[in-house]
């Protein structure tokens, strides 16, 4: 059973950055793709950012382009989103969610696993 578990949220100023790690398990092949999404208090959530192990393609959002980057440990498979520039509005709870086939990744798709969650909020 793939499990996803989020660490390193927190509270931060608006320009300040974050790490955000997503520690993945259980994966039965190589091939997988992982996503961040986020939820702002009363909005749907949002894709942000996705990479595939297929050819460790990566995407991100047009809003977050420049400012955050994900990337994906090699030995041990722990995918992070490094946030730089934070700004109020990248406020919400961020979610770590994966899908294990050979693909590139997109944000407009349903995912089978997610992880519980870690909640970044940006004020000063």
């Known amino acids: 059973q793939v499990q996803l578990v989020e660490s390193g949220g927190g509270l931060v100023q608006p320009g300040g950055s974050l790490r955000l790690s997503c520690a993945a398990s259980g994966f039965t092949s190589d091939y997988y793709t992982i996503a961040w999404f986020r939820q702002a208090p009363g909005k749907e959530r949002e894709g942000v950012a996705c990479l595939t192990t297929m050819d460790e393609g990566t995407y991100v959002i047009d809003s977050a382009k420049g400012r955050f980057t994900i990337s994906r440990h090699n030995a041990n498979g722990t995918v992070f989103l490094q946030m730089d520039s934070l700004k109020p509005e990248d406020t919400g709870v961020y979610y770590c969610?994966?899908?294990?086939?050979?693909?590139?990744?997109?944000?407009?798709?349903?995912?089978?696993?997610w992880g519980k969650g870690t909640q970044v909020t940006v004020s000063s």
């Open positions: 969610a994966a899908n294990q086939f050979y693909a590139p990744c997109y944000l407009d798709v349903s995912y089978q696993y």
